[in-house]
């Protein structure tokens, strides 16, 4: 007998990985058309430079050009680009090709499609372009002077300035025991997806319609944009996004792939432009690049009497339209009090635009900004106060029967139980065995630190004004023959929801994965959804399928009762069929069913009155508790879930070469109720993967002229296995309240915390040696020439 | 970056200065120099194609000998641009000849990279620098040798 709700909770093995691992995925790069062009881009080499005059003279008169475009050529065919999101932020008018000035090196200048690739970028080394280079902004002290404006309507280079304040922080500090205060820096780093940007665009002049191919996670949003940018009618724009191979929140806009599409609309044929991995370093979305200035007041036993920050992000040459980050800023401004007990609350939040490539999303979207400062000072509290570090957090953290929890800066939290984590992580690292050992090894010369970071991770955002406003449809079809089509806003951009979508619809159905068909990633074929971001996935999109799944299965046993003679309320899912409860021979399969409703004999006389022979369902799924209208102290509620966690790492540290080598990493996770423990533990591992990148390896290097130094995997260093040890993952499982499954999105606690852990873990090892390390990454240069201005 | 070094040639020291500031000398033993068109005094336009590892393609430049100083110093300034980026190289140039008729040149300078070129180029640009100017001077010893021999035949 088959549980209606077996498939949840399973490690069913993913359906997409026999096409995925077979070589039969299908991606952008893999589809041709008839005619088809290929774009190459002409991209600054200046930080920062007025454009005096471009020349595609030369370009033109080269064989198989079929078009050149510049950023005159933007204006005419297109609009300013649209925004993506706008939260308190100044948005400038910009094009995907420059207009009059560029603002970052790699920025587009110009464009060629023509009949191959090779021609297109032989083409492009003949445009001459005149510049008067500009003095560059770079760092957030050139811009706060300024030295000069990016954009010089609006008189400064601040994006985004917005302050918050609940309680008296003045005096909640004053009143502490103990005040640690520190500024906390993260480099700049992002999401390096596999497949690259890749966009085929297809105008059809005769018909006025545009349809697009392209890697990205959220194909509606981007349909909606290149109307808007572009002035076409929407409805006349298809978005198709077949496999992609990886997003991490780095494809979410659409400024580079209105290069294509006005290549295409210029030359009236098919474009297609392959990122490559230069292209989509210097010019695909940063993420990161900021400063904290945190100062946290705690009483001698170790509780918080109030946190104040002041966060500066340097955002880049733009994080509204170009890409959508800047708003990452604010998201870490609500969540800077994590999963602690915190009486008053203050920040400030400033972003500046500077001469680098666009502030996009990735992985974390302000959640690690909110993470790195405040689980960096909770270390430094702990030695400080003579407080176990682990020990100081229990004393704070959120108590798990105290949620649904307000936090002081608004988020509401939907469940958790941090002091039980706790207990679990000392148990797995046998941390008193461990702390006795540290000690031991010290006396052999080796240098074993352990670090730790608390997990909040928010989910499901739904953000006002803007493409990421939260919700999602989703609908599920029964065919004449009796398998189930689920038809998803939600875009498969590998992280598994072919399968955990089928998974959540199969359980209503009493059928298996393989009778069900994720449908995602068309415009023309799903409804209006908004894709993946955010860790939606299984806040909105499996809440969305749960419930068009139990409506079609109601519908289905009112039909099939009706044929049957007998209760809707009696019969079950099983196997396949639909049957009257214990009595196995009254029984339909769903085929028979499909059949006699759609064919033989056909709706009248087995649908009953009030039922119509449509076997399909819609549901839509709204956060049930997003708040968008300030409370008296102006707080709001963008996240509908929170999983939480309790991070550890350990690792060795060779004083003699600076080299950190990771020994253990232990993550105690709770992301509500699992609906595939496989792909839920695959997520939290590839995320702590990307966390150690930034930690240890991973930067995007700007020279202090501006000049980006990190244009290759072999300046822009990724973790390989060898340097990874084994993630081990404990699940516990605090469903949340909020969806109807009690699952809780969660693709980017992994990436969160890791950073905070590993520094934590190096300084704790390098303690007795008196270093105290800042930066990231945490380079054996930065390590050796601490130890050597501490005498080492 | 920054371009520091010296280098000897067995020929006295007029002979040196004036092949290095010699168009129709640096036409010959610039590596990669396509063409040299004087555009005024001491200004020349510059063609150039250079590849060596991932630093490849064509340039247009300026190359413009300044503070002149003969036969003991001058300075080089030249700027190329191509489709990876643009290349700006400042050099000054100091010339003394020992008892045994040996010139020594010492020069120290910059050479900024930018775009594709300091993406890609930065980690291997002192590299790709050392061996144009080591292909430069080898070049540059072999005229002078054939113009000493020229005058002497």
Known sequence: MVDASNLVGQSVRRKEDVRLLTGHGQFVDDISLPGMLYAAVLRSPYPHARIRSVDVSGALRLDGVEAVITGDDAQQLGKPMAVTLDLFTKVPTIYPLAVNKVRYVGEPVAAVAATSREVAEDAVELIVVDYEPLPPIVSIEDAEQPTSLLYEEWGHNRQLDWQFQVGDVGSALAGADVVISEDFPHHRYTGVPLESRVCLADYRPGQGALTVWMSTQAPHQCRTLFAQSLGLPEHQITVIAPDVGGGFGTKLQINAELIPVLLSIKSGRPVKWTEDRYENLVSGVHTRDYVCHLEVGFRRDGTMTGVKASLVGNLGCDGTCDAAGTAALLVAAAYLPGPYHVPAFGVDVVGYVTNKAPYGAYRGYGKDIANYPMERLMEMAAEKLHIDPLELRRRNVIQPDEYPYQQISGPLYDSGDYPAMIAKAREVLDYENFRRQQDETRREGKYLGIGFAAMLEPSGAAVPNGIFNGYEPATVRMTPEGQFLVFTGNQDIGQGIETTLAQVAASQFGVSVDDVRVVFGDTNAVPYGLGSFSSRGATYAVSAVHRASVQLANKLKRIAANILEASAADLVFTQGAVEVAGVPSRRLTLQELGNKVYLWPGPYGTVPPGDDPDLQATETFMGPRVRWQPDEQGRINLYTTHPTGIYAAIVEVDPELGDVRLRRFVVIHDAGVIINPLIAEAQVVGGVVQGMGGALWEELRYDEEGQFLSGDLTSYLLPTAPEIPDVEVYHFVSPSPFTPLGTKGMGEGGTIPTPAAILNAVNDALRPLNVFLNDLPITPQKVRAALRQAGH | ?153
């Open chain 2, 1 to 153: 970056m920054r371009l520091q070094g010296q280098e000897q040639i067995e020929a006295p020291i007029q002979t040196v200065f004036t092949s290095l500031t010699d168009p129709r000398v640096l036409s010959k033993t610039l590596p990669g120099l396509q063409s040299l068109e004087p555009t005024d005094a001491n200004t020349y336009r510059a063609r150039l194609s250079v590849g060596i590892a991932a630093v490849r393609g064509a340039f247009d430049g300026m190359l413009i000998l300044r503070e002149l100083e003969p036969p003991t110093a001058y300075a080089l300034y030249m700027t190329a641009r191509g489709a990876g980026g643009v290349v700006e190289v400042t050099l000054r140039v100091h010339l003394a000849e020992d008892a045994n008729s040996v010139t020594r040149i010492e020069y120290t300078g910059e050479a900024a990279l930018s775009g594709v070129w300091a993406a890609l180029g930065s980690r291997m640009a002192s590299g790709v620098a050392q061996t144009l100017i080591r292909q430069f001077f080898t070049a540059l010893r072999q005229e002078v040798r054939s113009l000493a021999s020229a005058a002497t035949s």
